[in-house]
């Protein structure tokens, strides 16, 4: 369930969480989050090339699956202790090597048990989509 007050529902509390682990070292930036859905973006820099000169496909999916994991993560059911992911799914339409990338995730499925959320990946200066994402996360309760 969505608390806007809650720190998790914060972009920042995200970003200060990440330092020193995978979304940090990437560089993705939270935005927003929201009932139902999370938005971050993701500057596009050689370090996240593959060997062959264009952005690799895991770059892409780091962004777009550290954005569902945040938004899932904001929408636990109420007694929720927490989430893990089960499959993760991605297409990808094209590349890019420069500027920057945007991802909204939107809540899909929110039941008890699981939440699947939909990420396109899409390059913010041309607004083309490079990659449709979907996950399933599977939602943890205390024992």
Known sequence: MFDPNHERSNPEWWLNRQKGRLPGLVGVTPVELGEGFA????????????????????TVIALADTLCGYGCVANLPEGASGFTTIEVKSNFLGTATEGSL???????????????????VVHEQTGKTIALFRCTQMVLWPK
Do not use: F, K
């Not at 938005?39 to 496909?57: C, Q, S, T």
């Not at 699981?114 to 396109?120: F, G, I, K, L």
């Open 39 to 58: 938005v971050a973006r993701l500057d596009i820099r050689p370090e996240l090339w593959a060997p062959n000169g264009y952005l690799h496909a895991a």
């Open 102 to 120: 945007t991802a909204r995730a939107t809540l899909i499925h929110g039941g008890r048990t699981t939440q699947v959320w939909d990420a396109p």
